[in-house]
């Protein structure tokens, strides 16, 4: 599983054998499963941001709260430490591969290379 | 005009010319040549001289030769004239001086004001309750202040350097520079103002550090990186093709992007108003208080973020642009806040009613 995952993750990934519910592999397969990921937490505004800057450009994200689903806590942990950095969320999965936060996404909308990245993984068309 | 004369400082520069002016009030005539208290200070010695004597030559016309007298007259006259030309020059200058001068005091008085209310900020240990400040000084906020004032000079002198530079049609290498010099001071602002954030997020979201007229167009603790772009716009035609697609491009983008950051701060007002207000009537609001703390800590995150999306569409409006075009832009952009700081000062020096 890291093998395949190694490109996303980069060194984040654990090189060790995983178990079975491990949050980090729940979060790559929530994240492949649809073609925009975002992971979110209901109460937080800059995740409400993020969806709207989505919604604004024709996508239909797949939002997971994180707050709502009980391996949330595990999964905003997992997070953080991907990420390495604090908040946890908002945090996108485009094409099951890792943007970014908020500044990474907003960095990519502006710099003209989030719209090619959304048709690409058939989140957007035109 | 009255003859306010007493009324002024001595050490006022100006008491001596106002002590003019109140004779130049006094029915001031250019043919008035009978009018010996005008004798303007910078008139040679040799006018001067036969300005005392004219008093002598109209009543006493008889004494000279038919011929000379006349020639004489009307060289008085004409010197009057000049003279009383060069009077209004220079009072229509010192009048433009005093314009200026209560512009000045009406920039200095909103200083003061700012000062003022900043020396307030920084004391309110004496009375937590009007201010809601800790008993602490934000120094934080201070240094801002002082560093925000220095970028502003700076920025001025970048704008000038600039002009003088597309003027003189210097080479791109050194067009280069200046375009660097001026995304980099930017780039400083926005450093700044993280700084300021984590000192105290409101000072920056209220725009109490800019101008009144900036303050009009203030966005999520700065300027709107779209309201940028429309100005820039109209300063770097010709455009290629492709280049008009970016523009376009990125005009869109930075748009999508503050219509989410605005939505964002919406959602964040209204569940720090609901956390607020809820169970008004207990009394009891500790538990409302913490979580309030906890929102607007969130809020510092949204000006980081609006500031990143200002730096970031600078960034990419240079990718987009050629040099000169980007260098056009920067002094484009410059000057707009500049006119906008100096309509803030207009504005405060217009004529009021008074009481």
């Known amino acids: ?126 | 005009m009255n003859s306010p004369s007493t009324e002024l400082p001595r050490s006022m520069a100006i008491y001596e010319q106002f002590h003019h002016i109140s004779r130049w009030g006094d029915g001031f005539d250019s043919n008035n040549t009978g009018s010996s208290a005008i004798v303007p200070a910078d008139v040679g010695l040799k006018n001067k001289a036969e300005y005392i004597s004219c008093e002598q030559v109209e009543p006493s016309i008889s004494d000279q030769e038919t011929n000379k007298p006349t020639d004489k007259i009307r060289r008085r006259l004409a010197q009057n004239r000049e003279a009383a030309r060069k009077s209004r020059l220079r009072k229509k200058a010192y009048v433009q001086q005093l314009e200026s001068s209560r512009l000045k005091l009406a920039q200095l008085e909103q200083e003061l004001e700012r000062a003022r209310q900043q020396g307030i900020y920084i004391s309110g240990a004496s009375d937590t309750g009007c201010f809601g400040l800790p008993g602490t000084v934000n120094s934080g906020i201070t240094a801002f202040e002082m560093e925000y004032a220095h970028w502003v000079e700076e920025q001025n002198r970048q704008i000038c350097e600039l002009r003088t530079a597309l003027q003189a049609h210097v080479s791109d290498i050194e067009l280069r520079i200046l375009v660097e010099s001026g995304l980099n001071h930017y780039c400083n602002l926005f450093r700044m103002k993280a700084d300021a954030a984590k000192a105290d997020v409101f000072y920056l979201i209220s725009g109490i550090w800019r101008t009144s007229a900036e303050r009009f167009f203030h966005w999520i603790g700065g300027f709107r990186p779209s309201e940028i772009l429309n100005v820039v716009v109209l300063q770097i035609e010709p455009l290629t093709d492709q280049q008009h697609l970016e523009v376009c491009n990125l005009r869109q983008s930075s748009q999508q992007a503050e219509d989410a950051l605005s939505q964002g701060v919406d959602k964040l007002q209204q569940s720090l108003a609901e956390g607020v207000a809820s169970d008004l009537c207990s009394g009891n609001y500790k538990a409302q208080m913490v979580d309030a703390i906890d929102k607007l800590e969130a809020l510092e995150n949204f000006v980081n973020q609006a500031d990143h999306l200002r730096q970031q569409t600078l960034q990419q409006m240079v990718r987009i642009l050629t040099t000169r075009q980007a260098a056009r832009g920067f002094l484009a952009m410059g000057e707009y806040f500049h006119r906008l700081r100096a309509l803030s000062s207009l504005w405060a020096a217009r004529p009021r009613e008074s009481g």
């Open chain 1, 1 to 126: 599983m890291h093998c395949q995952t190694k490109g996303s993750w980069g060194s984040y990934m654990p090189t060790t054998a995983v178990v079975i519910g491990d949050p980090l592999e729940r979060i790559e397969r929530l994240a492949s499963e649809n073609a925009v990921v975002i992971f979110s937490i209901s109460s937080c505004c800059m995740c409400h941001a993020i969806k709207r800057l989505f919604c604004g450009m024709g996508v239909n994200p797949t939002v997971i709260e994180l707050d709502q689903d009980p391996r949330g806590s595990d999964m905003e942990k997992a997070l953080i430490r991907l990420l390495g950095a604090s908040p946890a969320v908002p945090v996108v999965f485009i094409g099951g591969k890792l943007v970014g936060a908020m500044d990474r996404v907003m960095a990519s909308h502006i710099n003209g290379t989030l719209v090619p990245l959304l048709k690409q993984a058939g989140a957007l068309w035109l």
